[in-house]
């Protein structure tokens, strides 16, 4: 079973974003962050919560607990589209290898967006443009 399909498909169902699943081996604890376009409350996590304790428990979805929160001001960047809602944004980006010949795999700049499969990320040097299957982790850089 994928696990992250099935926890996206409960999340969306009930009008929010699912933004990352993450499943702890050792501690068998379930992660979940959740957004939406207004932000996150309590009762917003209480309620996916619910319906996903319930929705584990038909589906015998073994786990020990269960966290459901906002992905926070350092969210997570996954997919294609968050990088194009995230534009303009200070972001850090780590790769799986390095690049450009290089040994750099870590990155930082404002995002420029999202084209043709590629991150693009503004520098001093210029813009990179950093396929999104080289993408290990991104996160965005909060601003006080």
Do not use: W
């Not at 980006?93 to 290089?102: E, F, I, Q, V």
């Amino acid at each position: 079973m994928d696990l992250a399909g099935f926890v996206e498909q409960v999340v969306t169902g009930l009008g929010y974003e699912l933004v990352d699943v993450e499943m702890s081996p050792r501690a068998r604890l379930l992660r979940v962050l959740i957004d939406v376009p207004r932000g996150i409350t309590v009762d917003d996590c209480a309620t996916v919560s619910n319906q996903l304790t319930r929705v584990f428990e038909v589906e015998n979805i073994d786990y020990d607990r269960l966290e459901v929160s906002s992905p926070g001001l350092d969210r997570p960047l996954k997919k294609a589209a968050d990088f194009e809602r995230f534009a303009g944004e200070t972001i850090q980006l780590r790769t799986h290898l390095p690049l450009n010949n290089g040994n750099q795999r870590n990155f930082s700049g404002v995002l420029k967006g999202f084209a043709d499969g590629k991150v693009l990320l503004a520098q001093d040097a210029g813009v990179l443009e950093i396929p999104l299957e080289e993408v290990e982790k991104a996160r965005l850089v909060p601003q006080f």
